[in-house]
């Protein structure tokens, strides 16, 4: 059983470049989001979704894009990279809108903007 | 601003002492209160959780405590070990899905 499974593990862009984060889950979630994970600042909602065909705004949405066209995937991409969006970046997913609380993550992505 | 405020951002705990990490949050529409546990180059995976109808859960040597008044919860790990070494986040959740995070306690356990 994968779980929440994201890729790459490791990239490294340089100033305007676009990339995408790719992130999948088998265990039919309803609820993916992502995360950016940064020192001294915790972990700080990007993006989520509550089902395919459904996003909305978390805490720290600019620069960055997402879609939800399956329930199984949920990728963020990032339009023109900028130095402030080196971060690790974490997907994660739940059943049923989150309402049972537990978020399932994966291992995480760093990205380097150089 | 910063929905849920956590403290310390460090700590070091001697092997068998009481480790205490406190957040609180300003919002009162939040009404689910888990705390996850990262080891370095995971994901953080959830350790224990509260809802606010409760003042205290306890799973093993891990403890929640919970003040609806002061709008503060605490994690309590009694009996710390070197294998609880890890970064702690305290977290909430609006009703609308969204779990925000505290900016995290890095506990180090030493033998």
């Excluded at chain 2, 403290?7 to 689910?32: H, M, R, W």
């Excluded at chain 2, 009996?79 to 009703?95: E, K, L, V």
Aim: charged share 15%; proline share 5%; hydrophobic share 30%.
């Amino acid at each position: 059983n994968a779980g929440v499974t994201q890729t790459p593990k490791f990239q490294v862009l340089k100033t305007g470049q676009s990339m995408t984060l790719q992130c999948a889950q088998d265990m039919n979630h309803e609820y993916m989001s992502w995360y950016r994970q940064d020192p001294g600042m915790g972990l700080r909602l990007i993006h989520y979704s509550v089902g395919a065909g459904i996003t909305d705004q978390g805490e720290v949405p600019n620069g960055y894009n997402v879609s939800r066209s399956t329930t199984e995937d949920f990728p963020l991409r990032l339009l023109s990279a900028a130095p402030s969006q080196t971060s690790v970046y974490f997907c994660a997913s739940s059943y049923g809108g989150s309402r049972t609380g537990e978020l399932f993550f994966g291992e995480g992505s760093r990205l380097t903007v150089l | 601003q910063q929905q849920v405020k956590q403290s310390p951002q460090s700590l070091i705990v001697q092997k068998g002492g009481i480790s205490i990490i406190n957040c609180a949050y300003e919002n009162t529409a939040f009404d689910y209160f888990p705390w996850y546990q990262q080891f370095p180059g995971k994901g953080p995976a959830l350790l224990i959780a509260i809802r606010p109808d409760v003042s205290e859960k306890k799973e093993g040597r891990f403890t929640i405590s919970f003040n609806k008044s002061a709008k503060q919860f605490s994690l309590h790990i009694m009996d710390s070990q070197p294998g609880d070494s890890a970064t702690y986040f305290c977290a909430a959740m609006h009703q609308g899905g969204k779990l925000i995070f505290g900016q995290g306690t890095e506990l180090s356990v030493k033998p």
